[in-house]
């Protein structure tokens, strides 16, 4: 670990809570300009009813994708800017813009952490 890769250093109550990230992961985030495609190498893919699971062979991971989860995936099948999507979202779902935006951009990130899409 180098001293770059610490984030954030609380003190509270007398004792340090240090937040590592993997190198360069805070310099990655996923913005309404960011281009993502599914990334579906080392991943098993099964429909469940509205749903979907997936095991990632390489790292053992098994991703659950609800129904709106799955709408995404199918929406990023080719590359996609991330506000495109959340348009299409937002007229999908008939939910609010601001927070559409803020759970979409939070739920790519943890799919991007997870290795199941990619940025372009």
């Known amino acids: 670990m180098k001293f770059s890769d610490i ?9 340090r809570l240090i937040i590592y ?4 992961t805070h310099l990655n985030m996923i913005t309404l300009d960011t ?4 990334n579906t190498q080392n991943l098993l893919t099964s429909e469940v009813g509205d749903e979907m699971v997936m095991m990632d062979l390489e790292g053992g991971n098994y991703i659950s994708l609800n129904k709106v989860g799955r709408v995404i995936w199918e929406q990023i099948e ?7 999507l959340i348009t299409y979202l937002v007229g999908r779902f008939n939910v609010d813009k601001d927070t ?6 939070e739920y790519l990130q ?4 997870q290795k ?3 940025v372009l």
Do not use: G, H, W, Y
Not at 21 to 24: A, D, S, V
Not at 78 to 84: A, L
Not at 110 to 113: F, I, R
């Open 110 to 113: 943890s799919m991007k952490l």
């Open 116 to 118: 199941a899409i990619s």
């Open 78 to 84: 080719s590359p996609t800017k991330v506000k495109e």
């Open 100 to 105: 559409c935006t803020t759970d979409t951009l």
């Open 7 to 15: 984030i954030l250093i609380l003190n509270f109550q007398n004792r």
């Open 21 to 24: 990230l993997e190198p360069q």
């Open 35 to 38: 281009v993502i495609q599914r």
